[in-house]
């Protein structure tokens, strides 16, 4: 099964000269816990999480209203193809300890998948079952 045939096409993106907390705000209101950082050509440059504006922007004593998303953002994201096979997205998930990745089409977003996403395919439930406990597993290490 090819990712483009599970993967979320309506995605919310920010752009990079945004606040920190207009993307606290997209993320809240959409109810997710990433947003891919594109330019106005949806080219990728980045993703932006909760837990970066919590610790790059806040623990840091940094005024989200001032803050620009580019300078929190997480550069040089993986991402995949729609075409790829969902195995590879769930590999790449694993690996790169994400829970979710763009779908890069000539350079342009043309969506997210995440590891709900496969979990709710009854074909890689266990595949992403095992991919969210590597990466539940990893984040208990890193904590204790």
């Known amino acids: 099964m090819e990712v483009k045939e599970l993967m979320n096409p309506s995605v919310v993106t920010i752009e ?3 606040s920190a907390a207009l993307a606290a705000r997209l993320i809240s209101r959409h109810n997710v816990g990433a947003l891919p950082v594109c330019g106005a050509d949806r080219r990728l440059r980045g ?3 909760d837990r970066d504006i919590v610790l790059r922007c806040v623990a840091a004593e940094e005024d989200p209203a001032q803050t ?6 997480t550069r040089g994201c993986t991402a995949v193809s729609p075409r790829d096979d969902c195995r590879e997205a769930t590999r790449l998930m694993s690996v790169q300890q994400v829970r979710r990745l763009p779908v890069v089409e000539d350079g342009r ?4 998948v995440s590891l709900a996403d ?10 992403a079952a ?5 990466i ?6 890193r904590r204790f």
């Open 68 to 73: 620009l998303v580019r300078d929190i953002m």
């Open 109 to 112: 977003l043309v969506g997210i």
């Open 136 to 141: 539940s597993e990893n984040i208990i290490r």
């Open 47 to 49: 993703m932006v999480t």
């Open 118 to 127: 496969l979990a709710r395919s009854q074909r890689f439930d266990m595949e």
């Open 16 to 18: 990079p000269t945004a």
């Open 130 to 134: 095992q991919a969210l406990g590597e």
